[in-house]
């Protein structure tokens, strides 16, 4: 091995030193090994993803954690999931666009806000 965990030697490569003990994985949960590739530990847990909302764990390429609860989409607009690629958030509402003119959402790339009133084009 390449490590020692007490007096015994093991590989770092497949194996972590938990509380003393030799277990499978590259990092502890309290006494227990697991992947990090897979899983994480939350409160003591192990469990499925890279990131954790509560007890509970997610994947964040595809989930975000949203007041304790685990919602599609990469940000929050409140307690509700969205992505940002598609919409923003206005005033506590998911609106498609990327800007706020108000509680309505636009694209900056096609409008403008003016006033509170959305325009096409680049010019008030």
Do not use: F, R, W
Not at 119 to 124: D, I, N, P, T
């Amino acid at each position: 091995g390449n490590a020692c965990c007490g007096s015994q030697g093991y590989s770092t490569s497949s194996y972590a030193c938990c509380n003393g003990l030799i277990v499978a994985g590259n990092a502890c949960c309290g006494s227990q090994g697991y992947s990090t590739s897979s899983y994480t530990c939350c409160n003591g847990l192990i469990v499925a993803g890279n990131a954790c909302c509560g007890s509970q764990g997610y994947s964040t390429s595809s989930y975000t954690c949203c007041n304790g609860l685990i919602k599609a989409g990469n940000a929050c607009c409140g307690s509700q999931g969205y992505s940002t690629s598609s919409y923003t958030c206005c005033n506590g509402l998911i609106v498609a666009g990327n800007a706020c003119c108000g509680t309505q959402g636009y694209s900056t790339s096609s409008y403008i806000c003016c006033n509170g009133v959305i325009k096409a084009g680049s010019v008030c």
